[in-house]
């Protein structure tokens, strides 16, 4: 049964004589569609895809008919229940009648005619109720020569494909945003709906998808061509019909990156085609791996703190392997890494652009997706300009509509200092600055009208308004397009706003978060969470209803919630054991449904405190920063325990492999918290005047640890978002905070110091300009002033400075006055090693000077230091991954192309994509555009798209010197349809 039949997630309604069993499986099945070949792309579409979910499904030959026109679908539907096929008359099933399906669209008048005769009142009644342009419906009855037909018939052309999504749901398919599932070829085949059963889908929010957030690695900053359009394919499958995305702005601190989303200037800074001149850009970048700024030069790596310039061919234990580039991130800057002039500046900014421009144009085409983009205002403007706000509103709506780009929604984003982050509600309204924002709308407003824009205008961002008037842009905007939206506050864990309820619904959109950057780089489950607030989203009557999200597999359940209850009638209610049930069911088996239920449930959603899980997040640091060093309590570790003896239970080899992943990325949380811990006692030990006896065998547990750790974490790759992951423990970690920990063990000075409280002074700090030039670390739990002290002696400065609990800093002078704080300030947070001492608060420091006596030199030798370091080598499973299998391609793109990683020990000595019917390719390792090298084990390859046609299956093997082979998938083949509309 299909997901949203189990959940009630659509109204099962019994028409006519009493439901009785589908009989005719055995038959061959006639699926009729209206509409010529070519001649829409979504009628050809759901045409195409009916006929592959049904063939897959219900194991059975399809035979297409695709009718130019309504009446001669209906005629061709009378004589296919009449006659059958003439080339079937032999067939199981005696007369040779066959099972029909039809799929077609309210308009089609002479289909519905036909299918009226056959259940006259009831029939009807069906296609009256679809008001909504996504509703659909599944129908099945019998015709009055007894054949079995089944009807999915959708309001428009987009609903009849969703009506096919739908139907293949109740066959047994499942749909995520990293592809689909479907039944094992082991299992028995389907049954065809209940004949006198009809299945009424009608959509509580009229716009329903995501809200991905760039700035991080693990999200759409690192979203290849390929993953594009793969995620609007698997969007459509969900029933998903928007994203809408942010833009990190301009920023007045010198030497920080806006993101290249949306281009800020004047109309004379691009040309017709929207490209941007190098006179009009300025330095903007997606998060990349490496950068090529000088030592030393005033620029930060994006918004990831503590992330340092590393080489991908550097990483360790293998993850080397998953990276086609030295200099990894968006395909719009692999030729440039990290631009540093503003003709690079300009080309990222244009590559963004005609990236966005054909993902947009494919989601609107191929699956009805519409996109929205936006910048945050006040809108800051380029650096050394002239141009007024209004003239900068009209360069950069007048770009949009030169690129052509395809969007709804132009959003206007509040920052996250209009949020209380105490109550997570917004500024009062007393405060100038929203007032300030009406008129900024005004001005956006009028200058979308003057370039001639045909996209909506709106507001979205870290609260819906003022604290104490939160429909506040709702009064003050009349504009009854203007959408009013917002992310739902304190990173998601207060539900959507009230205020809603006391909003034109029809403009109003919900943000819940479907994880949060606190716990970027770990495992997070919030299905409980994403029901309770989609539940109120539509209490209150919003119209929208998008998810929050970075990742795509690591989040498959709860956005799973989200479409699902996007859809619900609420009959029966929605529940997280019911979710969790379906979930389990169809991607691990039945008969251990139960159990992973009731073990992901004990891991998902809130505990009573803010901002905390029932994942524990000991360890965890924002955004895929440095990981918190600290000692972990043994009763605070995630047991994993539950999931392991659940998956020892787990049958057949692709629910195996599934689980498996699962599994494996609660082990990789579980070591994150153990690395966290070994690297809090190896911090000690680097600051302890007198290197401890333990020092070197911690240190090896904790590179044995961080090695298991990746390894965890390799073995779950599945997406881009796992290569965020990864590249942000690469990049802020082991070459960051650990390695540092590691050096200092090495030969020093050991030291006895005393504070000097004579000579102290409170001052302010910036992790953008930092007040003291060295940094001795970021977060250790052994700070007290004087381990901060000794650490400063070491390197010869005489000041120390403590700040967060955690961090030291050395400098040579006090800081200037006009840094001065009271001195009270630096007492808001204790030392993490000494609770009695005073260590300064956020971005605020306690310096002090300090006398010290040498005790003379210990330390680990340089060999024992070098080999603490992780190995570069694979020491986990090999298998083979494609991160963005796609399941629809177009006639019009010119190769289709298949990307794919070996993991392994040693590179395979060949690598094959095997296309059923054609020639066997061999793939070719992908090299760097920058250097040429191969600096990787990913490998790509293709076949012109010309050559093939319908729908087909491909497989992906890999042979190793020792005789080893590989494939992917392991035992079914990929299936992909190719879409030839022009």
Excluded at 18 to 24: G, K, V
Excluded at 739 to 761: E, F, I, M, Q, Y
Aim: hydrophobic content about 40%; proline content about 7%.
């Amino acid at each position: 049964m299909g997901l949203l039949a189990i959940l009630g997630c659509a109204a099962a309604v019994l028409v006519g004589n009493a439901a009785r069993p589908q009989q005719l499986n055995a038959a061959p099945i006639a699926l009729v569609t209206v509409g010529a070949p070519g001649e829409s792309v979504l009628t050809d579409l759901a045409a195409t895809e009916a006929r592959r979910y049904l063939r897959l499904l219900l194991r059975r030959p399809v035979t297409l008919h695709q009718s130019a026109t309504d009446l001669e679908a209906a005629h061709l539907l009378e004589s296919l229940a009449l006659h059958g096929h003439p080339d079937e008359s032999d067939t199981p099933g005696g007369r040779g009648k066959r099972t029909v399906v039809v799929v077609a669209t309210r308009q089609h008048a002479a289909v519905h005619s036909v299918l009226s005769k056959w259940n006259r009142t009831h029939y009807s009644d069906g296609i009256q109720s679809l008001r909504s342009q996504d509703a659909h419906l599944i129908h099945s009855l019998e015709s009055n020569t007894g054949a079995a037909v089944i009807a999915c018939v959708g309001a428009s052309p987009i609903a009849a494909l969703y009506s096919v999504y739908s139907l293949s749901e109740r066959l047994g398919a499942r749909f995520y945003l990293h592809g689909e599932v479907l039944p094992s070829s082991t299992s028995p085949p389907r049954t065809l709906p209940a004949i006198g059963v009809r299945h009424q889908y009608t959509p509580k929010f009229a716009v329903r998808g995501l809200q991905p957030f760039h700035d991080f690695p693990m999200g759409p900053d690192w979203w290849q061509p390929q993953f594009w359009k793969a995620l609007a394919t698997n969007m459509a499958k969900m029933k998903l019909n928007f994203y809408g995305f942010h833009t990190y702005p301009i920023k007045p601190t010198p030497g920080t990156n806006a993101e290249p989303l949306v281009w800020v200037g004047p109309t004379s800074g691009y040309n017709s085609t929207g490209h941007v001149s190098p006179d009009s850009a300025y330095d903007t970048s997606w998060y990349q791996t490496e950068d090529f700024w000088a030592a030393g030069t005033n620029h930060t790596r994006g918004n990831v703190p503590g992330q340092k310039s590393v080489a991908t061919s550097t990483f360790c234990c293998g993850a080397s392997q998953v990276f086609s580039r030295d200099c990894y991130g968006s395909e719009a800057q692999a030729d440039i890494c990290y631009p540093t002039t503003k003709t690079e500046s300009a080309t990222v900014l244009n590559n963004a652009a005609d990236m966005l421009v054909q993902a947009f144009q494919w989601g609107a085409t191929y699956a009805g997706v519409n996109a929205a983009v936006g910048v945050e205002f006040p809108l800051q403007l380029p650096p050394d300009t002239t141009i007024s706000l209004q003239e900068a509103y009209e360069g950069m709506f007048g770009r949009t509509v030169a690129l052509r780009l395809n969007i709804s929604t132009f959003w206007l984003w509040t920052n996250e200092g209009v949020e209380d982050h105490g109550n997570g509600k917004g500024l009062p309204s007393n405060n100038p600055m929203w007032a300030e924002l009406v008129a900024e709308i005004k001005v956006a407003q009028a200058a979308a009208k003057a370039v001639g824009a045909t996209f909506n205008l709106g507001t979205s961002g870290w609260c819906l308004g003022p604290g104490d008037d939160p429909a506040f842009f709702d009064k003050e905007i009349q504009d009854p397009s203007f959408i009013v939206s917002a992310i739902n506050g304190r990173l998601g864990w207060l539900p959507p706003d009230p205020a809603f309820a006391q909003m034109n619904g029809n403009r109003s959109w919900a943000i819940p978060w479907m994880e949060d950057d606190l716990s970027l780089n770990g495992a997070e489950l919030w299905v409980n969470r994403t029901l309770e607030h989609a539940a109120l989203a539509n209490k209150y009557g919003t119209s929208g209803l998008l998810g929050l999200t970075w990742r795509t597999w690591e989040t498959a359940p709860q956005i799973s919630a989200l479409a699902t209850a996007a859809w619900s009638t609420g009959d029966p209610p929605l529940t997280d054991l019911g979710l969790y049930t379906d979930f389990c069911t169809a991607n691990f088996g039945a008969d251990t449904a139960a159990e992973c239920a009731a073990r992901f449930l004990e891991v998902d959603s809130f505990t009573s405190a803010w901002p905390t899980s029932k994942l524990p997040r000991n360890g965890q640091a924002c955004c895929g920063g440095p990981m918190t060093a600290g000692v972990v309590k043994a009763t605070d570790l995630l047991n994993v325990s539950g999931f392991e003896a659940w998956l020892a239970k787990v049958q057949g080899v692709e629910a195996v492999e599934r689980a498996t992943q699962w599994v494996n990325l609660f082990r990789y949380h579980r070591h994150a918290q153990l690395v966290s811990n070994a690297s809090a006692y190896v911090g000690i030990a680097g600051q302890a005047p007198t290197l401890p006896p333990w020092a070197l065998a911690q240190a090896l547990n904790m590179s044995a640890l961080y090695t298991e750790m990746i390894t965890l974490l390799l073995e779950t790759a599945t997406s881009p978002g796992t290569l965020g992951m990864i590249a942000a423990h690469e990049g802020a970690n082991w070459p960051s905070a650990f390695n540092a920990s590691v050096k200092n063990l090495a030969p020093r000075n050991s030291a006895t110091c005393t504070v000097d409280p004579t000579h102290s002074g409170c001052f302010a700090d910036s992790n953008t300009n930092r007040t003291f030039p060295h940094t001795a670390w970021l977060s250790n739990a052994a700070t007290t002033q004087e381990t901060c002290a000794v650490a400063c002696f070491q390197v010869n400065l005489p000041l120390a400075a403590v700040e967060f609990g955690v961090a030291c800093f050395c400098g040579a002078e006090m800081p200037p006055a006009g840094l001065s704080r009271p001195v009270a300030a630096c007492g808001q947070m204790k030392c993490r090693g000494d609770p009695a001492e005073d260590c300064g608060a956020a971005d605020i420091m306690l310096v002090y000077s300090f006398t010290c006596v040498n005790n003379g030199t210990n330390g680990l030798s340089p060999s024992q230091i070098r080999s603490i370091a992780p190995p570069h080598t694979y020491s986990g499973h090999p298998r083979l991954v494609e991160m963005a299998p796609r399941s629809v391609v177009s006639a019009l793109e010119p190769i289709f192309t298949v990307e794919i990683t070996a993991l392994s020990a040693t590179p395979p000595t060949q690598v094959e994509l095997h296309i059923a019917g054609h020639t066997v390719l061999p793939l070719a390792v992908v090299p760097d555009p920058i250097t040429k090298r191969s600096v990787s084990q990913v490998y790509s390859g293709g076949l012109p798209t010309n050559q093939l046609s319908g729908d087909f299956e491909y497989w992906v093997t890999a042979t190793f010197a020792t005789g080893d082979a590989l494939r992917y998938p392991t035992v079914s083949n990929r299936t992909v349809v190719v879409v030839t509309t022009t």
